[in-house]
């Protein structure tokens, strides 16, 4: 597999090259590495290495061509990078954080194929941490980040706003019900505010029960304090789910420094009342645009049982408390 991977990796260096006349394509990745301490609970790690702490690490090529009358072909393959071991993320796939091929024009954009689903996108815009850092969003809230066998389609900007669609069927045979995943999105940005709206259906197994969520967050920045706010609802009958969650937070610019804080409240109306709250504190620091030190610290208080642990960008962690420092250098 991995001599499979290398060799594709090459081909597409060379067609890069030998293409760029006729299309616009760009090799792009970043690394992140970061050393993570790990406590509060029987199965925490201690001390260890991870690879894509504040941003999954990763190796892309995306371009577009030309084809005349504001039209474009466009397409996107990104593979996902284990710093830390030299393996292959998502799940060992060889491409597994995007592959997508599209058309974009006056009518909007059209995409076929593999990519991070529409809510994943409303919560990493609004998360001071960007779904990443010990105190990413996905320790308590969603964290089922992409869709598969994907149709997208984005409308134009039209006074701030924009619309996005997905549609991806299960591809069950004899039940086209079985996995069968929509989405909307919706967005609003107009100087300082940023406000959107993002709702998920997906179908389990069999086509007969669904998981739903929905969430609104906005941002709004105020000279170098950007605020963050969001709500979630979160619903799946054939797993006894049913959670509210509010994320509170800001990110504070001062030259080189960012600074990052926030709080989500995780409320069970299932029955179980396991109930969490994570708070979280955060500091990057640019060497240049494309180099950071980043260190993060967050805690997650459970309750009856909660089965929450602090994670980050990759990692799911495994305890209650989690800090972390390390450097992302993007490419």
């Given at each position: 597999m991995k001599t499979v991977h290398s060799l594709l990796i090459s081909s597409l260096?060379?067609?890069?090259?030998?293409?760029?006349?006729?299309t616009n394509i760009t090799i792009y990745g970043s690394m992140d590495l970061g050393?993570?301490?790990?406590s509060?609970?029987?199965?925490?790690?201690?001390?260890?290495?991870?690879?894509?702490v504040e941003a999954g690490s990763r190796?892309?090529?995306?371009?577009?061509e030309n084809l005349g009358g504001g039209l474009q072909?466009?397409?996107?393959?990104?593979?996902?990078?284990?710093?830390?071991?030299?393996?292959?993320?998502?799940?060992?796939?060889?491409?597994?954080?995007?592959?997508?091929?599209?058309?974009?024009?006056?009518?909007?954009?059209?995409?076929?194929?593999?990519?991070?689903?529409?809510?994943?996108?409303?919560?990493?815009?609004?998360?001071?941490?960007?779904?990443?850092?010990?105190?990413?969003?996905?320790n308590i809230m969603f964290s089922d980040f992409r869709t598969s066998n994907g149709i997208y389609y984005t409308t134009p900007t039209m006074q701030g706003f924009k619309a996005?669609?997905?549609?991806?069927?299960?591809?069950?045979?004899?039940?086209?019900?079985?996995?069968?995943e929509t989405g909307l999105a919706l967005e609003y940005q107009r100087g300082?505010?940023?406000?959107?709206?993002?709702?998920?259906?997906?179908?389990?197994?069999?086509?007969?029960?669904?998981?739903?969520?929905?969430?609104?967050?906005a941002t709004y920045q105020v000279g170098a304090v950007?605020?963050?706010?969001?709500?979630?609802?979160?619903?799946?009958?054939?797993?006894?789910?049913?959670?509210?969650?509010?994320?509170?937070?800001?990110?504070?610019?001062?030259?080189?420094?960012?600074?990052?804080?926030?709080?989500?409240?995780?409320?069970?109306?299932?029955?179980?009342?396991?109930?969490?709250?994570q708070a979280a504190i955060g500091y990057t620091f640019a060497l240049s645009k494309r180099t950071d030190l980043y260190s993060s610290y967050s805690r997650i208080n459970n309750k009856n049982g909660a089965p929450f642990t602090v994670g980050n960008a990759i990692e799911v962690g495994s305890g209650k408390r989690g800090f972390a420092a390390g450097i992302n250098h993007k490419f």
């Open positions: 260096v060379l067609a890069a090259g030998g293409a760029s006349a006729q050393i993570v301490h790990e509060g609970g029987p199965k925490a790690a201690g001390w260890t290495v991870q690879s894509g190796l892309g090529f995306k371009g577009t072909a466009l397409f996107v393959l990104e593979s996902g990078i284990a710093g830390d071991t030299g393996g292959s993320r998502p799940g060992g796939l060889a491409f597994g954080r995007q592959t997508l091929v599209g058309l974009s024009g006056g009518f909007g954009t059209i995409k076929l194929g593999r990519q991070f689903n529409l809510l994943t996108y409303a919560l990493m815009d609004v998360d001071p941490f960007g779904g990443g850092h010990e105190g990413a969003y996905s996005s669609l997905t549609y991806a069927p299960g591809e069950t045979p004899g039940n086209s019900k079985a996995k069968r300082p505010l940023f406000a959107v709206f993002a709702h998920r259906n997906l179908e389990d197994a069999t086509g007969s029960s669904r998981n739903k969520v929905s969430f609104a967050g950007k605020g963050a706010l969001g709500y979630a609802v979160n619903k799946d009958p054939a797993m006894a789910m049913d959670s509210r969650d509010l994320i509170v937070g800001a990110t504070c610019e001062h030259g080189p420094s960012t600074y990052l804080l926030s709080w989500i409240r995780h409320n069970d109306r299932s029955g179980f009342d396991q109930d969490a709250n």
